[in-house]
């Protein structure tokens, strides 16, 4: 079971919670929607989490667009 506090983009300290809140609220379709938008900055600055996660969990904002996507968040 994934928690759903877990910290997702360190630098704008938001977890899966909060991104996928951001995602609905804001019907953001794509990771460019995402890293672009004014709203809930998210993964403009180290961009770790784009990719393999902030931990190397593979926990990252693809994952979790995906999963909100599938309405699994």
């Known amino acids: 079971m994934i928690d759903l506090n877990t910290e997702i983009c360190s630098c704008n300290s938001l977890s ?3 991104i996928a809140a951001c995602i609905k609220e804001n019907n953001f379709n794509t990771l460019e929607e995402l890293i ?3 709203v809930c900055p998210m993964g403009d600055k180290c961009e770790s989490c784009h990719d393999v996660g ?3 969990d593979g926990l990252n ?4 667009l995906a999963r909100v ?4 968040f």
């Open 16 to 18: 899966i919670k909060s």
């Open 36 to 38: 672009e938008n004014d």
């Open 54 to 56: 902030i931990n190397n």
């Open 61 to 64: 904002i693809p994952f979790v």
């Open 69 to 72: 996507k599938r309405g699994e």
